[in-house]
Structures are given as C-alpha cells and as structure tokens.
C-alpha cells in the first residue's frame, strides 16, 4: 500500500514544484503590470496571513478539546489535517498571484490563445497537485504513525478502547476521523472567509464602478477592483483548493471507518484478510487516481496547445478520469480476486468496489454536464434569461430564480440513482466507493477550476496596464472559458459533497458501541439511527432549516461587508473627483483592508455554528436527534447548494452572453445590460459564497458529529431526563 502512496505524493508534489518554478520564471512583463500585480499578490497574503492566525488559535483549542474528551491521537492527527490543508491551500494561492500577470504577458507577448492556456493551466495544475499530493501524504502519516498492526495479520488495530469519561471508540477510527475534521475546519475557513471577502469586493465594485460610475469592470479607476481581484485567489483558489482536499478526504476516510465498524458488528462476519483490504484499497484507488493526474496534467503541460481551451482542458481531465478507470479495475482485480466478499454484499463479486467506484465517476462527470447546461450561455437556459433581461430586472431576477430551482431535479436524481445502484453492487461500502470515485482524480478537476480565477485576473491586469485589446480578448476568452470549467466544478463539488456525507452518515449510524463484557468491549454496534423515533424526526426538521439559516447568515454577513466597501468607493470619487478622469489614483489598500476585516470578522458566527450545532444538539438530546439532524441538513443543502450555484452561474454568464454583443438590442450600457448587471450582483453571493460554503457545513457536521456521538451518546440531558422520569 505504502508504495502506491509514496509514488502518488511524490510524483504528484514533485511535479507540482516543476510547473511553480516553470511558471514563476516566466517574464511578468511591464513595470505597471509588476506594479498591479504585486499589490494583488500583497493583499491576497495579508489576508491569508490574518486569517492564518485565527485558524491557528481556534485549532489548537479545539485539537486540546479531543485530546481531553476523546483522545490524545485524535489531536495530534486533527492538527495533521489542518496542516496539511492550510499548506495546499497557501500553495496554491501563492502560485496564483505570480501566474497571473505571467498569463497577462504571454498573451501580449505571443498574441497566442493556446500559449495563454498552457501558462494558466499550469499555474491551476499547481494547486490541483498539492490537493492530492497533501492530501494523500498526510492520510499516509496517519496510517503510518496511528495505524497500529496487530501481530501477523496486518490488520490495522481495530481493538475498542475506553477513555476516562468511560466513552469506547476505535482508536484508528478515531485517528482518521480527527484528521478528516482537521481538513474541514481549513476549509470551512478558507470557503467562508474567502467568500465573503471576494464577494463584499466584487458587489462593490460592480455597484458603484459599473452601476453608478458607468465605468467598466476591471477599470483600475475603481478603488475596489485589486480587491477584487484579490478576492478571486482568496475565495477561488485556496478556498475551492481547501474545499475540495476536505471532500477527497472525507470519502476516504468515509470508507475506511465504515469498513472498521462494520468489522465489529455481529451480524457483519467480515473474514481478517478481507478487513484489512477494506481499510487499505480505498487509499490505493486514491493514489492511482492521483498517479493518472499526473499523466493527464502532463498532456496539457507539454503538449504544444491549440487555440481551443475548452477541448484541451476537456481532453486532460478525460485523460486523468480514463486512466483512473483502467488502473483502478486491474487493481481490483488482482487485490480481491481470492477472497470471498460475500460476507460485505458484493453483488459483482471481486470487481463490485471498482464498478461503484466508475458509478461515481460517471456520476461526477453528468453532474458537471448537467450545470454547464444550465449555466453557459451556449445553451438555451441562459439565453433565455439575457433575453429576459430585456423586459426589465424584475423577469431578469424571476427567471433566474426559476432556472435555478428546476436545474436541482436532474443532479438530485442522477445522485439517488448512483447512490441506489451503488448499494445494490456493493452494499453500503459501495455508496462510499461512488463517492471516492467521483473524487478519485481530483487533481485534474482542481487545476482546471483554479485555471478559471487566474485566467480572470489575467484579464484585470490586462485591463488595469491599459494593453491592447486584442490581448484582452485572449484572456476573456480564456475566463469565459473559467466560467464554464468554475459551473462545472461546482457540479462535482456539489456531487462529491452529497455522497461523502452520506458515506460519513452510514458510519456514524454504525459507531455507537453497546456491548460490554468483564473483559471489556466485545463486538457489537447499535444500528442508533431509527426514522418513525420522534427525536430523530424533529432533527430532521431542524436540520433542514439549518441550512437556510445559515446561509442567510452568509449573504448577510457579504451586504454588510459590500455596504462598507459602497461607502469607501463612494467616498473616495466625492473627495478625490480626480480619480474619475485618471488624473488621481485610487487608494486601493484601504478598501482590501476593508474587505480582510469584513471577512474576518462575519465569518466566525457561521464557522462555530458548523462545528457547534451538532455538539450542542447532541449532548441536549442524543445520537437519534443528530441522526436526523444529518438527514435533514444533508437533503436540505443539496438542493439549496445547487440552485443558488446554478442560478447565480446563469446570471453571470447572462450577462457576458449580452456583453458579446449577441442579443439583438442590448449591448454594453442598455437597460438590459444593466438589468443583467444587477441579477450577477444578486447572484454573486449565492454561487461563490452560499452554494460552496454549503459543501462544507454537510461534511463537517457529519465528521463532528461521527467523532462525538460516543460521548453525547451517552452522555445527555435528555437520557438523564428519562432516567430520572423512571
């Protein structure tokens, strides 16, 4: 096992240190294009730093709080998690800054479409390489370290231990759980703070520059745009990076504690050696995926590109996806070939993680399909609501609200069929292979989703050093291109998020052990979720309003941030009327120190609630009330998550399908163009703030809540209260 990890972490952070340095050696072009993009690169690090610092605290209390109520490994590995995220993630962002203006001057340089492409994609490649690479290096520290092996059996030591609170859990199922958690925190982080903070920047920019000010976007008389663009490396880079590497690890680590508790359940007689390939071959699927990354980022990389990005970019990940398949199937072949899996419910014998696994796959792939559909304007959904712009902003907002809702039911149904077919091949184990599937070549994915957000500060570099506008023309192309890739990977985050949480869900309804004996814990899991039980009902009901709550919280958490940046760009053009004619340059730093405290301070109340809700609830009311609480959530925030990225995806291209120039009579500066300009305003905090940061509440309220029901499960006040009524 540990030789298939070696080889995908350092081949996948060995070649993402190739294409940094490929990069970064590339010229940056003029003095005023240095000039641009250092104070972008300088905003981007002063708040990651900031926040860094607030993580930091935060993590350690809550790493002390395991290692006093459950355990001192799950610390420890919680604190490896979150290392190994944050690392990833500041990569990432840091590649982003320096590849941006590098994009801008390839495309004035070569005038070249393919050129471009291949320097944006190899910047984005750098940090898709570092989700899989960190990822995978952390997971096999962990096993390495906690993964404790029991004589000659070489099965990870799945023996139940109690703690002083006279809780019992699985010491590696606590190991890999606290890891998983540690990785979510980040991300949560990260997805919320950098949310907020790139969408306060953007909404303000775009209400006064282009609403009141008449001036276009990315016009560096705007005081908010560095801030805004700053805000695309927060939000879209490390926050999609932190996002994605928590959903990665959350699949794994779904399938691993699941296989650990099903060992010890009594009416599951899983043989030892076939244990021990449970907990081991999700971690090889994973690093096969990552190994076939590898070959298909490299296609892109050397290959000379055409001027057709959207192929090229289509081809790498069909590559990495393909190889996946094929290397993954004859890895199954051989790994399960002679052991019997009856005992598990393998319906198709030796091969039926591997067909589970391709159900994913293939579902990931339809899910992105599915969004580009409803979000790009090449096709009929979108068209439909730039034409509807118009009629007024009122049928622009309407009509985008309805795509966004109708565009929930075919990702909703194509989730519940891979999640049906993929019990009925593998039982329970087979719905957290569709979900590791789906994940499995997740480095391909977040390259070409961070590729997007360089691609669009390329163009506000190009816009802001005054370059000729055929360069422009290059790299929109290359974001309209990013906006695409942007709806589609929100598609498979979306997706990924859904079947990991629900992987982590069957876990937590198999955690809870029941049987003890004189000689301590014998096997024996208590199935603790019961649906006709009134508190897990009332939870389902409760957790599905969650979302909306805390959404709401979100969207209000970027108006009051937006509203200070109004009032700062506001200010800045009544006292310095100079800055409108170029005359005056703006004080950008001002309105990023704005946005960084804004975001810095709105995002804790939603973060807390995330980690909070299901501890709270739990010790209140007990493991059938979180249960439900899960379910509910978990439905809730997929439909929530896909309408608000869909629609808001929809309105933003609408309005680029109207700045084309191909809707008869509307162009730049009609109603209609302004109209549509308002609908990507209202959309803006939906899809880059809500709809991911949903992502991220559903897994971390599952990873939280499987690591502490052993204690609220127990330990609360609604048992106590039934005892006391006896």
């Known amino acids: 096992m540990f030789g298939f990890v070696a080889i995908a972490v350092i081949g996948s952070i060995g070649f993402a240190a190739y294409n940094y340095f490929s990069v970064k050696k590339r010229d940056p072009g003029t003095e005023l294009m240095k000039e641009i993009s250092g104070a972008i690169r300088e905003g981007a690090d002063t708040f990651i730093m900031h926040e860094f610092y607030v993580i930091l605290k935060i993590a350690i209390l809550i790493s002390i709080a395991l290692m006093i109520f459950v355990s001192w490994y799950t610390g420890v590995t919680f604190l490896i998690g979150a290392t190994m995220s944050q690392l990833a993630a500041f990569l990432g962002m840091d590649i982003a800054t320096i590849a941006n203006v590098r994009v801008s001057n390839t495309a004035r340089e070569t005038k070249s479409l393919g050129s471009t492409l291949k320097v944006a994609f190899q910047g984005g490649s750098v940090m898709g390489l570092a989700v899989g690479g960190f990822a995978l290096l952390g997971l096999g520290l962990v096993y390495l370290i906690f993964g ?87 939000g879209d880079v490390a926050g999609l990076g932190s996002d ?167 990702p909703v149904a194509l989730l519940g069929f891979t999640i049906i077919f993929a019990s009925m091949i593998a039982g329970i184990y087979g719905v957290t292979m569709a979900a590791l599937g789906m994940l499995s070549f997740v480095s391909a994915t977040v390259s070409i989703d961070t590729y997007g957000p360089i691609a669009d500060n390329a163009g506000g570099i190009c816009e802001m050093s005054k370059l000729e506008p055929e360069v422009r023309q290059i790299t929109d192309k290359l974001d309209s291109v990013g906006n695409t890739t942007a ?153 929530l998550a896909l309408y608000t990225a869909n629609a808001g995806g929809a309105w933003d291209n609408s309005k680029k399908f109207i700045e084309s120039g191909m809707v008869e009579g509307a162009s730049k500066g009609t109603a209609a163009h302004q109209s549509a300009i308002i609908g990507d305003t209202v959309g803006d905090p939906l899809k880059d703030t809500v709809g991911p940061s949903l992502d991220i509440l559903i897994k971390i309220m599952s990873v939280v809540s499987l690591i502490t029901v052993s204690i609220f499960g127990k330990y609360n006040l609604f048992s106590l209260f039934n005892l006391f009524s006896k």
Not at 159 to 187: D, H, K, R
Not at 496 to 525: D, F, H, N, R
């Open 487 to 639: 709806a589609i990977g929100k598609g498979f985050a979306i997706g990924s998020a859904a079947l990991a949480a629900m992987s982590l869900l069957s876990s937590y309804i198999y955690s809870q052990p029941v049987a003890q004996s004189s000689e301590g814990m014998v096997g024996g899991l208590d199935l603790i979720l019961n649906m006709i039980n009134p508190l897990t009902l009332t939870g389902a009901i409760v957790g599905a309003a969650l979302p909306y709550y805390f959404s709401g919280m979100l969207i209000e958490s970027v108006t009051k941030a937006a509203r200070e940046m109004v009032q700062e760009v506001r200010r800045q053009f009544k006292e310095m009327p100079g800055i409108l004619t170029g005359k005056v340059r703006p004080d950008y730093k001002t309105c990023i120190q704005i946005s960084s405290e804004s975001a810095l301070r709105q995002m804790l109340l939603p973060a807390l609630i995330s980690v909070l809700t299901p501890i709270i609830s739990g010790f209140i009311f007990g493991a059938d009330f979180v249960g439900g609480l899960l379910v509910g959530t978990v439905i809730s925030s997929i439909m």
């Open 148 to 234: 404790k092996i029991l004589g000659q059996t070489e099965i990870i030591n799945l023996q139940i231990e109690t703690n002083w609170l006279g809780i019992s859990y699985i010491p590696f199922a606590m190991s890999v759980s606290g890891y998983a958690l540690g990785c979510s925190i980040i991300a949560m982080f990260n997805r919320v703070g950098g949310g907020i903070y790139t969408k306060a920047a953007d909404m303000g920019a775009d209400l006064v520059g282009k609403t009141e000010a008449h001036i276009p976007e990315d016009d560096p008389r705007n005081p908010a745009t560095i801030a805004d663009n700053v805000g695309d490396n927060v």
């Open 244 to 410: 994605l590497l928590e959903s990665y690890v959350g699949a794994i680590i779904a399938s691993i504690t699941l296989a650990a508790y099903m060992y010890l359940h009594p009416s599951i007689p899983i043989p030892e050696q076939l244990i021990s390939k449970l907990l081991s071959y999700p971690i090889i699927l994973s690093s096969i995926g990552i190994i076939s990354c590898v070959i298909g980022i490299a296609y892109l990389s050397f290959k000379k590109v055409s001027d057709k990005p959207h192929r090229e970019l289509n081809v790498s990940m069909w590559t990495s996806a393909f190889l996946t398949v094929v290397g993954s199937g004859i890895l199954t072949y051989f790994y399960f070939k002679d052991i019997d899996v009856s005992s598990v419910g393998f319906k198709a014998g030796a091969m039926s993680p591997w067909l589970a696994s391709v159900l994913g796959i293939l579902c990931g792939m339809e899910m992105g399909w599915i969004a580009e559909y409803y979000t790009s304007y090449d096709y009929k959904p979108t068209q439909s609501l730039s034409y509807a712009s118009l009629e007024g902003t009122a049928l622009t907002i309407t009509e985008g609200m309805a795509l966004g809702m109708k565009s929930t039911f075919l």
